[in-house]
């Protein structure tokens, strides 16, 4: 039963990274009055989990197994912290937002994991959903001062 769980989940992770690739342009001038002292630990923090995101999209569960996916979203989890510390005293606000996201994913995914339901399996979609379109805009935000 968990490997359907992770399986459908990693579908509708797939699907949800897909839609939210092209959201790129985020509004740099929103950013500009922040890219003082842009410093080269968070570009390379932003540029580390920009890379494991793209991972993530581009895990095929049904050909990697779970473990790839677990994988990934451990690295996705890892980079993300990483950036979070770095980030943190020039974004305090879109950090906390993103790591909300976060949060969301992994409560979601674990009640999945508990009880796999349509309505758990939705719960879980619409939280990466919202994860991977919060975190892909604030990597492309801190990017744009690089």
């Known amino acids: 039963m ?7 989940v990693a579908v509708l ?7 939210c690739s092209s959201d790129t342009d985020t509004g740099s001038s929103a950013a500009s009055g922040q890219e003082s002292g842009s410093s080269s630990d968070v570009c390379a923090s932003a540029e580390s989990f920009r890379t494991s995101l793209t991972g993530l999209r581009e895990v095929d569960v049904v050909q990697e197994g779970t473990d790839a996916l677990e ?3 451990a690295t996705v ?4 912290a ?3 510390d ?3 005293g020039q974004y305090a606000d879109e950090v906390d937002g ?4 976060a949060d969301g994913v992994q409560s979601a995914v674990d009640a999945a994991q ?8 939705g719960n879980a979609a619409t939280a990466v959903g919202v994860f991977l379109q919060d975190a892909s805009a604030f990597a492309d935000k801190v990017s744009s001062t690089c």
């Open 82 to 84: 990483k950036l979070a």
């Open 71 to 73: 994988t990934a979203w």
């Open 114 to 121: 508990d009880d796999a339901s349509a309505q758990s399996l």
């Open 86 to 88: 770095d980030a943190r």
């Open 98 to 101: 993103v790591q909300s996201a």
């Open 13 to 19: 992770v797939g699907a949800g990274l897909a839609a």
């Open 2 to 8: 968990q490997r359907c769980v992770a399986g459908v």
């Open 77 to 80: 989890q890892d980079d993300w």
